[in-house]
């Protein structure tokens, strides 16, 4: 089944304490991008990939960070995670930098206290 | 910067009645795509329906459509013959043609349908 995998789903974490979300996809995918989701703010984009070892910022990059070693995947790294950084996370992927079909991952829902 | 804009947080609607969800763009560019996502108490999202700009023809995909108001910077979604599985958060959404595959979300509407 094509999908986008994220891990975990949940996690509730103390602030200064690093922590890795994945995000993977079975597509083959060129492009994938994190974005964060936040009530009354909808979703923001906070990185993004084009292709292996290309990535770039979104909207929102101030204390994420990214690498893309292998097509697939796609990590989003908080390396002192702070209590503004409580959201709810997802990943997508799509076949081109370019294309129009997205597909989203369930979701991330972080607690940092 | 391209904003997407959806000023009702809520609305409700009567199951089987028809509804209509509101957004509005502000964008310098001509050539673009506008989404309607979904997202369930499940938080998946879901795409509902997709409207290129260059097409005047209105998209439609079941009991879902859009009107939309190039002009206007308008784009509305009308859900008809609302069912209980309707009852969701919707969020607008715009991409620009040709460019970073990123959606500009709006702050999305919460949809409940009333049995």
């Known amino acids: 089944e094509a999908q986008v995998t994220q891990n975990p789903r949940y996690l509730i974490t103390v602030t200064g304490k690093k922590l890795t979300v994945t995000c993977s996809q079975n597509?083959?995918?060129?492009?994938m991008s994190w974005y964060r989701q936040d009530p009354g703010l909808g979703l923001r984009q906070i990185y993004y990939s084009m292709n292996v070892e290309v990535t770039d910022k979104g909207d929102v990059p101030e204390g994420y960070k990214v690498s893309r070693k292998e097509k697939r995947n796609f990590p989003l790294i908080l390396e002192s995670p702070s209590p503004n950084q409580t959201s709810l996370y997802f990943c997508a992927s799509s076949p081109g930098w370019t294309s129009l079909e997205q597909y989203f991952g369930p979701g991330t829902r972080l607690t940092v206290t | 910067a391209q904003t997407v804009t959806q000023s009702q947080p809520e609305m409700s609607v009567q199951e089987a009645e028809t509804v209509t969800l509101s957004c509005t763009y502000d964008?310098?560019?001509?050539?673009?795509?506008l989404f309607w996502y979904k997202q369930p108490p499940s938080r998946q999202m879901i795409l509902v329906i997709r409207q290129e700009a260059y097409k005047q023809q209105n998209a439609t995909e079941n009991r879902f459509s859009v009107n939309f108001q190039k002009a206007a910077k308008s784009f509305s979604l009308k859900i008809s013959d609302s069912q209980l599985g309707d009852a969701a958060m919707y969020f607008c959404a715009y991409n620009e043609a040709g460019a970073n595959s990123k959606l500009t979300f709006g702050k999305g509407i919460t949809l409940s349908v009333r049995p």
């Open positions: 597509m083959n995918h060129e492009y």
């Open positions: 964008t310098s560019e001509s050539d673009y795509y």
